[in-house]
Every structure is written in C-alpha cells, then in structure tokens.
C-alpha cells in the first residue's frame, strides 16, 4: 500500500513530570504562606501524579463510567455503584496523601495549606474523584455536633487506608463521607426542602429519626455516611446518615439514577429516596443550615483549590503544545500574538493559585481575628472570581491546541475533559449568585473595610493601579453592599487582593502586568489582549510546566 504522508510536527503529550517541581507559582505561594513548611511529600506527590501510569488511571476512570445496580439479580434491591478499578486507585492515591482528613490529624504546623495544595496537585491529574475527598475532609467540623458519631468516625475519616466495600464501621480501617442538601423543588433554597424527620428513639449516637424523602443531587453515593438536611419537629435540621446500620444492615437509602453530567465523568451523582432511613441529629433540632454550612466553608475552598488547579493543567498542557507545534516557520510559542495568549493565561492562573493558597492559610489561623475575617470574606469571593474565570480560561487554552485539543479520543484529549469539567466548581457548593451574597453577608460580620485595608497594606505604594483601587474600596464597599452590584464588589475584592499577593510573591514580570491588565484598563475582554509592554519571555518562562 502506497504511503501517502508522514506524521511530524505532532508535539508528544505531557507525561512523567513532577507536578510540584515545575509548579513555580505554587512554590512561592506556599513560602508565603506557610515558609516553614516542608514540602518533601509534595514533591513526592508531585512525581507520582505526573507519571503515565497515574494518567492512564485518569483516562480509565472517566471513559468507563460509574455504573448503577439497583438490584442484585435474584431481585435482592442492592443500591450499590460499580466502578472501574481506576477509579479506586485514584481514591487510594488521594486517601494515602491525606487529601481527605490531613487537616485533623494535628501533624502540620499548616495542614490547611499542605493539604490545599496537595488538592491543587491531585486536580491536575483527575478532579471528578475528588469530590468525596473534598466531602470527607469538610465533614468534620460539622461532624463535632454530634460527640457519640464523632468519637466513632473521627479517627477513620482521617485514616490513610481506602475501602470501598459497604461494611459496617467497625469493619473499615478508613471511611469516606458525603452530604445530601438539594431537593427538586428547592435547588439553593434550601428552605423549601420537604424531605421528614421522624423520632425514633435514642442510643450511643443520640437522638435517632426516621428519615422519609429525597435528594435530587446526591454526590458520591457509595460513600459510607452523609450530612443531610431535613424538616424535624423544630425546623430544618442536620442528620447524620449511614449507609451501613452498626447491626449491619443496609439503610433504606434507595439510589433511583445516577445524574448524565455535562463533565465529572469518573464521579457517581445520583438521585436518592430514604424510605423511612435510620439517621442521627447533629447539633441543635433546628439549626441544620448553620451546621451543614460548616462543611459548605470547606468545600468551598475546594471549589477555588480545584478550578485554580484545571487552571494549571490547562495551561501546562498548551505550553507544552505551543513549545513543539511549527506553524509559518518557527514555534507557536514564539509567535507574538501566541505569547500574548499564552502569557495572559499564565497571569490568570498565577494569580487564582496566589488567591485560593492564601485562603487556605485563613483556614490554618482562624484563632486569629484577623485570619478568621477574611477566611469569612474571601471564601465567596475566590468561588466567585476563580470558578468563574475557569471556563473563558479552558476554552483559550483549548484555541492554542486547535482542533487536536477538541478531540476526546478515547479520553486521551486531556483538554476537553478539562474544558467540560470547568462549569462544576461554580456552579457546585452555590453558584455565583449565590457566593456574591454570601460576601454581603460576611460584610456584616466585623469591619470588612479595615480587615481589607490591612491585607492590602503590605503591597501599598508599589503598583499606582493597585493604590487607587485600595482608595476606593472602602466607598465601593460602602455603595455596593447590595444585590445589585454585589458580583461588581466580590470581583473588586478579589482583583484587589490577587494584585497585592502577586506583588509580594510574583516576578516583577508577572505583578507588572497583572496589575496593568486586570487594574490599569490596559486589558481587553478576551485572553491575549496584554499591552506590548508586557515582558512576555519572562511570565511564559515562569509558567513552563518543564
């Protein structure tokens, strides 16, 4: 058979790197953060996520999908979610790493931050199975309303050994957690939920409840317990919920389907009725959302760790694309409206890192007053500006690699699962309305205008751009504290507080032009639109994934 061409100038995938080494940005943020910080296990982390063997469980995971049996086949209802054995090695991966209950363990002396950027790294590789991780480690907090629960499932949720089997807990060297807050006519408003809580006596764990209604999302079904929310006799309440009852049964939880999901492939979310399910009262009769909601702080901060690492994946896949691809005779990255792209993609991701790291030191140092303000102001302000800024982001990215990065291939087209994985972290834990109305309300929590001040002090008098809008945030704050304009304002803030982390952390290079572009009005609406002045060489040069 004649030949009818060669194959050349196809770059090779990016494979077998260290995740952590070649992450510059992340580097520095963590010696802003928490300088005395040993990063060995993340460099260890780092290694193994780059590797081919780890990218090809990524792949498997999401082209073979959870699969629901509802009944075994002599008609026995089972309620049990198969997945591909990629997927639990992923899930061994994450729980070996401590992803899921580092924070609780007491072993770090800034264990919000080790583990947030261990999540960031994990997110490079595969984010879909992250979600029971980001569940079980949010749980906790919330988890100590309940001292009998707590005293049992404490020290397995935060154990390194991952078992997937549904077994009573005293069976499991390691548990995994999850929660049910949406119903079908409630979505958001959480108020509206219908679904009943009964009493039903009491024993080791407290006060029992029967539990009769639904969940129309149901995130990580085979996860061995959950938060829910449900109407008792003094209002809307937290419950605690178990898949396996101590004697062993199973719990009437019946899951109807699992969600057909635009991206998050490799991750069950299902639909689920209880039929009268035995689950235990966390906290006060009552009080559900303000208990449920501490899990929701947590889990929003994985939303921003998790878009600021598809960021980072993102833009390492088409800086490696751009470095190979020959196009009108040399390098697209050496063609001066690529640089552009590329470069302006490196400042978005650079600074979702800087904004989504510092959270996470908020989250390590809340005995401070300071520390516990802004954890309280910028959770909503980094879901809001980082989740929202992941899905523009995704697409330009997809644009450097041309029509190779629409193609799924068989899971190989990294790109576009990435880009069909972007829209969740905004839209999951409260989308943007939502974040948006939750900062009004931290506004009212302590003095947002001097707490902000403070944090921008340190960079103050280097950046003119930057100055002027710390001047005005106090009157922005002041005119803005309405729904109205209050994606106006968390976009301010956010904005305000990437430029000054950048001009304490970042190159010259990096802060120079972030605060030109996204402060100075020397930017357009789409990526790639920097000014000419902008030392392009030096932020790509940065941004390199190897």
């Known amino acids: ?116 950027a261990g999540f960031m790294l994990f997110t490079e590789l595969e984010p879909s199975i992250l979600c029971p991780i980001s569940m079980t480690y949010a749980v906790t907090p919330a988890l100590r309303g309940n001292a ?78 959950f938060l829910i929310l449900a109407q008792a006799p003094a209002g809307l309440s937290c419950f605690f919920l178990p898949r396996v009852l101590p004697d062993g049964t199973r719990n009437a939880i019946h899951i109807q389907r699992l969600k057909d999901k635009l991206g998050n492939k490799a991750n069950a979310s299902s639909e ?63 063609q001066p409206l690529m640089k552009n792209v590329l470069a302006d993609l490196a400042l978005e991701s650079e600074a979702a890192t800087a904004l ?39 697409q330009e990215a997809m644009e450097c690699l041309g029509g190779n990065g629409y193609v799924e291939e068989g899971g190989e087209g990294i790109m576009a699962r990435i880009y069909r994985e972007m829209p969740l972290n905004s839209i999951w834990e409260g989308a943007g309305n939502i974040m948006a109305l939750d900062l009004l309300r931290g506004l009212r929590k302590g003095d947002a205008v001097a707490a902000l001040a403070h944090e921008l002090a340190p960079a103050r008098g280097q950046q003119a751009a930057l100055d002027r809008l710390a001047d005005a945030l106090p009157a922005r704050i002041e005119a803005m504290a309405s729904e109205t304009e209050a994606r106006c304002l968390a976009q301010d803030v956010a904005l ?26 020397d930017w357009g609406q789409a990526f790639g639109t920097l000014g000419a002045g902008t030392d392009f060489d030096s932020i790509i040069q940065r941004a390199q994934p190897a």
């Open 496 to 521: 305000a507080v990437q430029a000054a982390l950048l001009v304490q952390t970042a190159p010259a290079a990096v802060a120079d032009a972030f605060c030109a572009s996204r402060l100075g009005g």
């Open 148 to 225: 009998g629960v707590y005293g049992d499932w404490g020290p397995k949720l935060a154990s390194l050994w991952y078992d997937p089997a549904l077994k009573p807990l005293h069976d499991k060297p390691g548990v995994t957690m999850g929660m049910g807050m949406t119903e079908k006519q409630g979505g958001s408003d959480v108020r509206a939920n219908t679904t009943q809580a009964v009493r039903d006596g009491s024993d080791t764990w407290g006060e029992r409840y029967a539990i009769t209604g639904h969940k129309w999302f149901f995130s990580a079904p085979m996860c061995d317990a």
């Open 272 to 334: 689920v009725e209880f039929h009268g399910a035995s689950a235990w009262l966390v906290g006060e009769e009552g009080r559900g959302i303000p208990q449920i909601l501490e899990m929701g702080t947590m889990t929003r901060l994985d939303c921003s760790l998790g878009t600021a690492g598809l960021m980072r994946q993102a833009l390492g896949i088409a800086m490696n694309h751009t470095a190979q691809r020959n196009a009108f005779g040399k390098p697209l990255v050496e």
């Open 1 to 116: 058979m004649d030949t009818t061409h060669e194959v050349f100038n196809q770059p090779a995938p990016l494979v077998d790197y260290n995740l952590f080494d070649t992450n510059r940005p992340l580097r520095d943020a963590l010696k802003f953060n928490a300088p005395a910080l040993q990063t060995t296990q993340l460099h260890e982390l780092g290694e193994t996520l780059g590797s081919a063997a780890m990218q090809t469980h990524a792949r498997l995971a999401n082209i073979h999908t959870p699969q629901l049996h509802t009944h075994d086949r002599f008609g026995r209802r089972i309620d049990e979610v198969e997945f591909h054995p990629s997927y639990h090695a992923l899930m061994q991966a994450a729980v070996g790493a401590g992803l899921h209950g580092t924070p609780w363990t007491g072993t770090s002396a800034s264990p919000h931050v080790l583990r947030a």
């Open 356 to 394: 989504a790291m510092r959270l996470a030191r908020a989250f390590d140092r809340q005995a401070d007053a300071h520390e516990s303000l802004m954890a309280r102001l910028l959770t909503p302000v980094a879901k809001f500006w980082i989740c929202k800024r992941g899905s523009p982001f995704a």
